[in-house]
């Protein structure tokens, strides 16, 4: 909102530096956006009257005229403006003169014709009305007068104001100078308007059919109406505050709206169907043709001003229409001023993609309480013109909002702002606002908020209105204290450790989406049906909840092998979904973290495991013999933690490979981390380190497919005991020799003593032991 500083001054006496002001207004939460000085710059600027104009001789495009500026002598002045004529008074750009755009009046000759100044266009003096002609100023004017003592124009400040949605009474210049008086500890007061009233009495019915959506309706008929230009002080106001002067009327209703927040609009009485105003709901199918043209098709629900024969006439806080608009034949005008719903308001503006000041006003919330000063200002700026009131006006009534008083206590104040504030200087930042404020016998405030605060409604409100004139500045700051610190759970740590792990192992973490097609599990040999099936979806296509991270890591490895990136590791850890168990309504929703290393094969994997699983120092644990969906049918397993499947180990299926063009093995490892987590883990024993040599012997055992290669090892650990100080998978073979249905399980077995160095005797005792324990707890033998 653009707000003139010396209009400001009309409420309080502001008598201080600038700069001061502007940081006044930052700290009350108004941001100062921009800052213009506007009315500098036209000292040398004076009013000339035309004497001749004449044509210059090989120009078409420019005219020589002489000008008088008072002191009876004739200036010749070059201009190409065409709009005015011989007699009219224009301002004139004395030589030596600097303009507000900076421009330096010279004296040239232009086509043999001397020029000694310029006549001024409206934008050259830094008011609106463009560059399309000469300013032509009113004939009572008097040659070589300054312009700015003709069009009341003095050096100014005009400042934009960022207003936020929570500040209706800051949409007026009456309630950004009460603000700054109560934070400066200034004398505030609205002026009251001074109203003349007519010898015609004259009334205009009006009727509140819909009292929710109108809560007051007011309605003044003036006579005597005569429509002329506004008087120059006012249009140069309306303009620094950027509205374009219209008309006396108009302009009257402009400004008051900028004035104390309370659009109003006026009516060209005699197109008044039965001269009264009706407030209802529009219905379907009518249409109005608005201020700005535009033929608007209205909504059942909204809010429309009709005449007394129900013919709509305007939006109601929104724009009026075209059919009653003032003109310059008008005589008798029907003022209206109300206060609408924001909610309705707010509604129908959007349905209808339609915004004005007005309806930026109404969404806030304006004063109700305020119309009657509203009304009267607007007949006091028209009486001049001969304009009066013609009679009381006449209103009606609807709901208005409840407005309970708020108790607010002084040690919630204090808590909230970190403050000492007391009773009394709480009631001291509230009463220069409008707050009216009454101890109660706890010692709290029992808060009456004003009509022009509708955002004013909580304890919580208030104290924000404490903290804006006490100075958020004046507030030292302060870390609050808690009894609770913060920090990650046990899970969340663990969980970290997993990412950790995974990403020692030379994996980068990926992410993939939560939402699948039918098709994307199916390539997956994921069971589509069993997937739990989103109402809204984002896509259309992708309407299911991933059951596995299979899809999104494979269609990763897939695009980067159709990239010629080929051998990546993947790991992520994301949520995935079942339905739901049953008694509950909800999905199943698991957390879990899977690896996908392209290129490699399933030992990859279990090494991945290995890591894991030392690093969460886990109990018990072994691999099952299983084929997971979407993994390799023979070279896949679950991982079974203290008797409980906590994920799945292996390869990934080559028919899903292949249905995803990736041409490389993919070993695959994929973790419940809700249940993994949740056993016993982290008790980590620690044994000295064997100064002692070690003696590595590789053994070669042929299995059945059937038998885990885990299974394998774990016989080997627990038949060595403690001098099985290291065992290691080193080769996988299957071939014609070895026959369908069996492979060769090469291990390295590294033994070592705590407490000496191991003979040969004793190294090969370990070693027949640990042939004679798998050969007996596996339908296996050892390979020569």
Known sequence: MRVPLSWLGDFAPFDLPVDEVLATLNDLGLAVESVERVGEGLDGVVVARVLEIAAIRGADRIRAVTVDVGDGEAVPVVCGAWNFAEGDLVPLATVGTVLPGGMEIKARTMKGAPSQGMLCAPDELGLPGGHDGILVLDHDARPGTPVGEVLGIRPDVVVDLEVNANRPDAMSVAGVARDLAARLGLSFTIPEPKVVPGTDVVSAPVEVEDPVGCGRFVAQVLTGVTVGPSPPWLANRLAMAGMRPINNVVDASNYVMIELGQPTHPYDRRRLGGGGLRVRRARPGEVLVTLDGNERRLHGE?????????????????????????????????????????????????????????????????????????????????????????????????????????????????????????????????????????????????????????????????????????????????????????????????????????????????????????????????DADAAVVVANPLIAAESLLRTSLLPGLVAAVASNARRRQTGVTLFEVGHVFQQPSPGQQLPTEAEVAAYAAAGRSAAEAVTAWHLVADGLVLGSWQFQA???????????????????????????????????????????????????????????????????????????????????????????????????????????????????????????????????????????????????????????????
């Open 626 to 784: 299983a084929t997971p969906p979407g993994l390799h049918p023979t070279r896949s397993a679950q991982v079974v933690v203290a008797g409980e499947v906590v994920g799945v180990v292996g390869e990934v299926d080559p028919d899903v490979l292949a249905a995803h063009d990736v041409a490389e093995r993919v070993a695959w490892l994929e973790l419940d981390l809700g249940r993994l987590l949740a056993l016993p883990h982290g008790n980590d024993r620690y044994r000295p380190l064997s100064r002692f040599p070690s003696s590595d012997v590789d053994l070669a055992f042929e299995v059945d497919d059937a038998t885990p290669a885990a299974a394998v090892a774990a016989t080997l650990r627990a038949a060595g005991g403690e001098l099985v100080a290291e065992l290691r998978l080193f080769d996988v073979y299957r071939g014609d020799k070895l026959g369908a249905g069996r492979r060769s399980l090469a291990f390295t077995v590294r033994f070592q003593a705590p407490d000496r160095t191991l003979t040969d005797d004793e190294v090969a005792a370990v070693r027949r032991r640990l042939v004679e324990a798998v050969e007996s707890a596996h339908p296996a033998r050892l390979r020569t």
């Open 302 to 526: 909204d809010l429309v001003i009709c005449d007394a024969d129900d013919v709509v006439m305007g939006i109601a806080g929104i724009m009026g229409g075209a059919s009653s608009e003032i003109d310059a034949d008008t005589t008798e005008v029907v003022l209206e001023a109300a206060w609408f719903d924001p909610l309705s308001i707010s509604q129908a503006s959007r349905r209808l993609k339609l915004r004005s000041e007005a309806s930026a006003r109404f969404e806030k919330g304006c004063d109700w309480a305020g119309i009657d000063r509203a009304v009267a200002r607007f007949c006091e700026l028209l009486a001049p013109s001969g304009a009066s009131a013609a009679g009381p006006p006449v209103e009606a009534w609807g709901r208005l909002p409840e407005r309970p008083p708020v108790r607010v206590r002084p040690a919630r104040v204090n808590q909230v702002l970190g403050t000492d504030l007391s009773a009394a200087a709480i009631a001291g930042y509230l009463d220069p606002l409008g707050f009216t404020t009454t101890v109660a016998a706890d010692g709290a405030l029992d808060v009456e908020v004003p009509t022009w605060r509708l955002d004013s409604a909580t304890e919580i409100d208030v104290i924000e209105e404490v903290a804006r004139l006490h100075g958020y500045r004046a507030i030292s700051p302060t870390v609050p204290r808690s009894p609770l610190t913060g920090g990650l759970t046990a899970y969340q740590r663990d969980r970290r450790t997993v990412r950790q792990i995974l990403v020692g192992a030379g994996a980068d973490e990926a992410w993939s989406t939560t939402f699948l097609s039918a098709e994307d599990l199916r390539r997956c040999r994921l």
